[in-house]
């Protein structure tokens, strides 16, 4: 490997040996977006397509409540209570435990 670059997502090779993969934070510093890249990548999806406004609020729901993709696309309206501000959502990871979410931007 030369000297300042990143490792790549195959075996590494340290003093002769081989290591295995790298861990994610030999690779990249963090595990996550910051609001203004989840803000970006909301404003050029309402761009694009006949469904830019959907595709909008889908990113923006999935980085502020941190849905899954299953949770996000199996919601219906009557898991979301407006007047309570509230969001019902069966988890898909670890069983079918219910967790309730907040709509209110903190």
Same mark, same amino acid.
């Given at each position: 490997?030369? @000297?300042? @670059? *990143? ?6 090779? *340290? %003093?002769?040996? %081989?290591? &295995? ?6 690779? =990249? ?22 469904? &830019? %406004?959907? !595709?909008?609020?889908? $990113? ?5 409540? &941190? ?10 309206? !009557?898991? $979301? !209570?407006?007047?309570?501000?509230? $969001? %019902?959502?069966?988890? *898909?990871?670890?069983?079918?435990? =219910?967790?309730?979410? @907040?709509?209110?931007? *903190?």
């Amino acid at each position: 490997m030369r @000297s300042g @670059s *990143k490792p790549v997502l195959r075996t590494v090779v *340290k %003093h002769g040996r %081989h290591v &295995g993969r790298p861990t994610n934070m030999e690779v =990249r510093n963090r595990e996550h977006l910051t609001p203004a890249e989840v803000e970006a990548l909301a404003q050029a999806a309402r761009t694009r397509g006949r469904y &830019g %406004h959907r !595709d909008a609020l889908a $990113i923006r729901m999935t980085a502020r409540h &941190g849905f899954r993709v299953s949770e996000l696309c199996e919601l219906r309206w !009557d898991q $979301i !209570d407006l007047r309570a501000g509230l $969001i %019902h959502v069966t988890r *898909k990871k670890n069983g079918y435990r =219910r967790r309730t979410r @907040s709509l209110a931007m *903190k």
